[in-house]
């Protein structure tokens, strides 16, 4: 446990608090920096909604209605019930810093629950599409070195299901040195081990040695040797999104969905497809079963005679 001094002032406290979130439970970076811009916004709201100056004893002694106001403005704003649950959960994990570190006894907060959120099916990208926007990086990009760089990585995140930062946060020896499998980090830190097919390894080893940067650690980078990042990755899928005319569903993060659907959809089991995204729970791996079944409905619905006979009665 940290032991605080009892006057810290509110921005002291926030930091303390975020720096144990990081290095003692061991969350993502992306989820700390979510948690720390839903602090600071719930800060704003409060000064609009009590025309003041907020404080630490604001915070530490903050009420429900408070609470409900805020998850109603951030929906009018138009946030979605996952982003209004998230910024619930930061600030009862806050609260119970707090509680620790005996700045307070209790709030009721720590007890309330997180409104509903509507899971929606993820979007598949179907094998051709994928083929499309690999083909595509060859006209979006003119650098050798940065084509080849593009099409593994994008081939990679796709070939065993990674998460973006999963596959930015790689280093070279990892990936050269390991045999069938390498080690990937996801969240909280938590790491799992994930096949390298060796199409993905024979068009790592010819980036590399295209890239010139071979004193870099980061197996992908910029142009100026740097680790890449996720930004880019995101800028690069939508440019081909774009060029392609397709949805807006389709994201570097759409290619991990896909992964699993397409090895559901030829008869993987779940509890290997858990394994190989580095899900905690079954259940989260369960949600590509009802997009493969789903994804099956339609085809029989376009294809089955009988069913396209019904149809025309």
Partial sequence: MVILEKDLGLKELAKNWLSYLFNSEFLSKNTVDAYEQDLALLVEFLEYYKSKTINREDLLFITKQEIRSWI????????????????????????????????????????????????NLPRPIAIDKINDILG?????????????????????????GLRINEALSLNKSEVLDAGEFISVFGKGGKARMVPIVDKARELILDYIKSSGFEESKALFVNRFGERLSASAVQKLVK??????????????????????????????????????????????????????????????????PMRRKRHME
């Fill in 239 to 304: 440019k081909a999104r774009e060029m392609l005319d397709l949805p807006d569903s389709v994201t570097p993060h759409a290619l991990r969905h896909s992964c699993a659907t397409h090895i559901i959809e030829s008869g993987g089991d779940l509890r290997s497809v858990q394994e190989l995204l580095g899900h905690a729970s079954i259940s989260s791996t369960q949600i590509y079963s009802a997009v493969a079944k789903s994804h099956l409905l339609d085809v029989y619905d376009k294809c089955h």
């Fill in 72 to 119: 109603l403005f951030k929906k009018n704003k138009g946030n979605s019930d996952k982003s209004c649950a998230r910024g619930l959960s930061a600030i009862k994990n806050f609260l119970k810093f707090c509680i620790k570190n005996k700045l307070i006894e209790h709030n009721d907060i720590t007890d309330m629950k997180a409104p509903k959120i509507r899971k």
């Fill in 136 to 160: 595509a990086i060859y006209v979006l990009k003119k650098t050798d070195w940065i084509i080849k760089r593009d099409r593994v990585l994008l081939f990679f995140v796709y070939s065993v």
